[in-house]
């Protein structure tokens, strides 16, 4: 049964590490959420470590600096761990090949940095549809257009065999009071449609890989039961934390605000039948990080 709280701090003894994800937790895709950043601060200043785990398509470097600008503070986290520097790891390793067509905004473009931890990485050439090896996909070219737009091209990328990398596996997002499609959108399509789509970030293993890896170079050993998953996504988030057989706080005003009436706190009665349609079962919810 979930529990509902009323603070993170309720419940932050319990835990010696958190996997926090960002928007709609940490900040809303335009600014930081105060009392999120505050309950982060506060839980490092017992000793806890954060390590914020998301599904964005940018390396670390281009998140610590997203960070910034929706003020959000370096003292509220301690590391990063991000589904672009998983599915980028991944391409470089050729899962998709060298000769790829890529699917995204031109700020995109980061995801093709060097990746100097790699010993004779693959030499990515971005190329036409038709010259391709393979589909990388960090998300829609219009992020306001409905996904079925790719629906010809998929077609023709299904035909000849091509995987698709998506370096973001949520399907939707919030930018302030805006709902706009993510990369998961169009993976999601092409595996419908019968292509094969590789995913890297929540709620696949590679993400929660990295994001340990990253929690153990802050040189502090944390057990699988000292660590809490937090976030707004049912079917990433919490979906990710319960493959992962670790405890999960589930933020109610973010995606499934609607569905479980969340004003300050989610409504029980709503988040009980939310989850029961979704199969979902965090072990806490809260209606906003704070």
Not at 166 to 172: T, Y
Not at 186 to 212: C, N, Q, V, W
Not at 217 to 229: F, N, Q, T, Y
Not at 268 to 287: H, R, S, V
């Amino acid at each position: 049964m979930t529990r509902i709280i009323s603070s993170l701090s309720e419940i932050s003894h319990q835990y010696d590490a958190l996997f926090v994800d960002l928007w709609g937790c940490v900040h809303d895709g335009v600014k930081a959420l105060p009392e999120a950043v505050a309950a982060l601060q506060a839980y490092r200043k017992t000793g806890g470590k954060v390590v914020l785990v998301t599904n964005s398509p940018r390396p670390r470097a281009g998140v610590v600096k997203q960070l910034a600008h929706f003020g959000v503070p370096e003292d509220a986290w301690d590391s990063i761990a991000t589904s672009g520097d998983s599915a980028r790891s991944a391409m470089y390793r050729g899962a998709v090949g060298e000769k790829v067509f890529f699917i995204g905004e031109d700020h995109d473009q980061n995801f093709f940095q060097p990746l100097d931890i790699l010993e004779n990485p693959a030499e990515i050439q971005q190329v036409p549809l038709e010259d391709a090896d393979g589909i990388v996909c960090a998300g829609p070219f219009d992020p306001l257009a409905d996904p079925d737009v790719m629906r010809p091209q998929f077609l023709f990328a299904k035909q000849k065999g091509l995987k698709l990398l998506c370096a973001n596996p949520d399907i939707v997002v919030d930018r302030g009071e805006s709902r706009e499609w993510c990369a998961g959108a169009l993976a999601a399509l092409y595996t419908e449609m019968g292509g094969e789509s590789l995913y890297f970030g929540k709620p696949h293993p590679p993400i929660y890989d990295l994001a340990r890896r990253r929690l153990s170079a802050l040189g502090k050993p944390v057990s699988e039961d000292r660590i809490l998953a937090i976030g707004d996504g049912i079917h990433t988030d919490i979906a990710g934390a319960m493959g992962e057989d670790i405890d999960s706080l589930f933020i109610t005003g973010g995606l499934a605000r609607a569905e479980t009436k969340t004003v300050k706190d989610p409504d029980p009665a709503a988040l009980d039948a939310y989850l029961i349609k979704e199969t979902g079962a965090p072990t806490f919810a809260i209606g906003y990080l704070r």
